[in-house]
């Protein structure tokens, strides 16, 4: 079974060392699971050679769209431009760290017709322990907080229905926009398949995700974002 047209992308701060192999990857995988795709390349405001790069890509292969931040708006922030940009009946994002194997797509294609949402989790995450510690406590506190019952809120590896997007652009900016995202898609009564990923411990870059900076503007975003949907009501 293959997609009738997917776009795939992946946001980029400072990944001038993972960019070519991420590239290579999908180009490799995605012919094999949609009849037309394209390939975004979400750039953060990097400040190393990432959008070299990614310009490079795009001029070689017109499949590749290089998209680009002129300074660093977080993660959020590149996944919703990731969302807006795409242009096919399903959209597919990952990170861009090589940190997951992008063909497990495959194993999620054969669920898109059922379900509008088709999310990963992972299965033995690779990560430093505090990061692991860290997100084992937020899926809790999110599942507490908004009755969000899945096993990896934030395994940035999703296939999602593009029509199932909610409306407007998503308004995290931070580490947060994952449980924004999945809210919004449960209580827009659309379907949500999981679906075990490996993971790969990160051996080029670095990480941001434990950065105190980037963990205290997901709380921020957290409370406020739970503030806004008690005033919408259900």
């Known amino acids: 079974m293959r997609l009738s047209s997917l776009s795939a992308f992946f946001p980029a701060y400072n990944e001038e060392s993972n960019l070519v192999s991420m590239y ?12 037309e795709y394209e390939i975004i390349i979400v750039n953060d405001g990097s400040r190393d050679g990432t959008g070299a790069i990614a310009d490079r890509l795009a001029k070689e292969d017109s499949r590749v769209r290089h998209i680009r931040h002129e300074t660093n708006r977080g993660y ?6 990731g969302c807006e940009a795409s242009r096919h009946e399903y959209l597919f994002f990952t990170d861009g760290d090589n940190q997951f194997d992008v063909s497990q797509i495959s194993l999620f294609v054969p669920f898109a017709a059922e379900f509008d949402a088709v999310i990963g989790y992972r299965i ?18 999110v599942g507490w907080m908004f009755g969000l019952r899945v096993k990896d809120i934030d395994c ?22 994952s449980t924004e995202l999945l809210v919004k898609l ?45 005033r919408e009501g259900p």
Request: proline letters at 5%.
């Open 156 to 177: 940035a590896f999703k296939l999602i229905r593009r029509s199932a997007l909610p409306a407007g652009r998503l308004e995290s900016s931070g580490a947060m926009v």
């Open 124 to 141: 033995n995450r690779r990560d430093p322990f505090i990061r692991v510690l860290n997100g084992h406590a937020w899926n809790r506190l």
């Open 76 to 81: 959020g922030a590149a996944v919703a431009t």
């Open 186 to 230: 449960v209580r827009a009564g659309c379907s949500i398949r999981e679906v075990g990923v490996r993971h790969r411990p990160r051996v080029a870059g670095k990480q941001t995700g434990a950065n105190p900076r980037v963990v205290l503007r997901a709380f921020r975003e957290l409370y406020a974002f739970r503030r806004k949907l008690r």
């Open 24 to 35: 290579e990857s999908l180009s490799a995988t995605l012919p094999q699971v949609a009849a």
